[in-house]
């Protein structure tokens, strides 16, 4: 029922940009709290991005702040991501996820519905 599919990943080179897109069904959106995570091979998911219910309050990991945005529709049922200025080390599956309880959290058992992910590769 509950789905939650990210678009716009792909293949990039470094100095780029992208937007993600996180389109969510089957829940009620607007009581949501959303966030991007990102896992690269190898490595542990980490949290990249979260932003409220209503989007006026957002955070960023420490690695992405100043570069990327996140920001939501909630007329439309989607979160955003829109990465610049990307490096290599950007490279990495991009997940959304949705968390009904408290505020936005870095950790990620606190979100309880998550996307596929969308890929993205940041060229050298």
């Known amino acids: 029922q509950v789905q939650l599919v990210e678009s716009g990943g792909g293949l990039v080179q470094a100095g780029g940009s992208l937007r993600l897109s996180c389109a969510v069904s089957?829940?009620?959106?607007?009581?949501?709290?959303m966030a991007w995570f990102r896992q690269a091979p190898g490595k542990e998911r980490e949290f990249v991005a979260g932003?409220?219910?209503?989007?006026?309050?957002?955070y960023y990991g420490d690695f992405v702040k100043g570069r990327f945005a996140i920001s939501r529709d909630n007329a439309q049922n989607t979160v955003y991501l829109q990465m610049n200025s990307l490096k290599f080390e950007d490279t990495a599956v991009y997940s959304c996820a949705a968390r009904s309880f408290g505020s936005v959290v870095m950790d990620l058992a606190g979100y309880r519905y998550w996307g596929q992910g969308t890929q993205v590769t940041v060229s050298s």
């Open positions: 932003i409220s219910r209503s989007g006026g309050t957002t």
């Open positions: 089957g829940l009620t959106f607007s009581t949501y709290v």
